[in-house]
């Protein structure tokens, strides 16, 4: 079970997935606004939000944002469902740092298999669990040269500075840094860093083009090549 947030302003929408998520054994907090929505995540942290674009007070895109910039809600996945299905909207929704976009209408078990599908990718520590006694979790770093990653702890660090990560571009990252001189194309990439979303590839050049930005100027800067041709890769490091 999983503490899912709706944003959702139609009554019928915001009931249905409501109704929908509630048959596959998840816990529903709703909102009708981004000012109910702010107000439940001052109070506790969902495992998942379910966000419309459209809403009374404000844009779904420029939530999502204030969620990325949040320290408490950076690693919350973030379901974007909304009518606008437009090329556009996607790339703005899904480069904004949504996890999966869903253009109404939509089918109930494909709702239920992406949100799914979601839990699985997200970081260990967002999902909940009932045991109230955890054994504390072995931190798991990556090293590759001047770079370190810690996954448990989602932070990066080049020789001691961190570096300022949406979750895909974290993501990517560590996938590179994991398995330095190995080339990943970029259908590989979309496998392995957005599962079953729906997106073209030319997602994966945007974020890569923001990872570079992220390393610029450190001693890092050159440490992911592209591969023309191929696709992209980590450098070895000696």
């Not at 992406?114 to 699985?120: K, S, T």
């Not at 702890?153 to 993501?171: I, M, Q, T, W, Y």
């Amino acid at each position: 079970m999983a503490k899912l947030l709706t944003v959702e302003d139609e009554t019928a929408i915001r009931e249905l997935l409501a109704f929908i998520c509630e048959t596959d054994g998840h816990e529903v907090r709703k909102a009708t606004s981004l000012a109910d929505a702010r107000a439940i995540l001052a109070e506790e942290t969902p495992d998942v939000i379910l966000l419309d674009v459209m809403l009374p007070d404000g844009s779904g895109f420029d939530f999502l944002r204030e969620v990325r910039a949040n320290e408490g809600t950076q690693h919350v996945p973030v379901m974007m469902i909304t009518a606008r299905g437009d090329e556009t909207d996607r790339v703005n929704g899904l480069d904004a740092g949504a996890d999966d976009y869903i253009v109404k209408p939509f089918m109930p078990r494909e709702l239920t298999a992406r949100i799914r599908a979601v839990l699985r990718r997200s970081p260990a520590d967002t999902v909940r669990t009932e045991s109230p006694a955890l054994v504390p979790e072995r931190e798991k770093v990556v090293n590759c040269g001047p770079l370190t990653m810690n996954e448990t702890r989602f932070e990066a660090e080049v020789d001691g500075f961190p570096l300022k990560l949406s979750v895909k571009e974290f993501r990517l990252l560590l996938l590179f840094a994991s398995r330095p001189g190995r080339v990943f194309s970029r259908a590989q990439l979309l496998d392995a860093v957005w599962g079953n979303a729906y997106v073209d590839e030319r997602t994966v050049d945007v974020h890569m083009l923001r990872l570079r930005k992220a390393l610029a100027g450190t001693v890092a800067e050159q440490l992911i090549e592209t591969v023309r041709g191929v696709g992209y890769r980590c450098r070895p490091v000696d």
